[in-house]
């Protein structure tokens, strides 16, 4: 299981998503900015619309263009996001402060870096 980033990886959903949908779809061919995903892997993203509200997501699981998602992370609300709005891989306070919790625990870190997107 391991936290996955990626250097300024982003794009815009295909379609409006509501407050409650676990699934996101970026337009063509956006989704191979993102990390790719096997089981236990996961990335944090950030939702934004155009009066720059924005949402933190668990993205569990990528194919292609589709992402898995757990809504409202690191104390943010799930809402709903219309066509175009941006889809981006940002540092998190989540992603830092899990990296903290396992290092000064002892557990193993498991993160990949994927350079460019």
């Not at 943010?76 to 175009?84: D, K, L």
Request: aromatic share 8%; net charge neutral; proline share 2%.
């Amino acid at each position: 299981m391991g936290i996955k980033v990626a250097n300024n990886a982003f794009g815009v959903l295909n379609a409006g998503i509501t407050d409650s949908d676990t699934t996101i779809v970026l337009k063509s061919g956006e989704g191979a900015r993102f990390p790719s995903l096997t089981a236990g892997d996961y990335f944090y993203a950030t939702l934004i619309d155009t009066s720059n509200n924005l949402e933190i997501v668990k993205v569990t699981a990528r194919s292609t263009d589709t992402m898995t998602v757990v809504r409202a992370q690191d104390g943010t609300s799930a809402r709903a996001y219309s066509t175009n709005d941006r889809f981006e891989l940002r540092p998190t306070a989540a992603l830092f402060d899990e990296f903290a919790a396992r290092a000064t625990t002892g557990k193993a870190i498991a993160m990949a870096i994927v350079f460019g997107g």
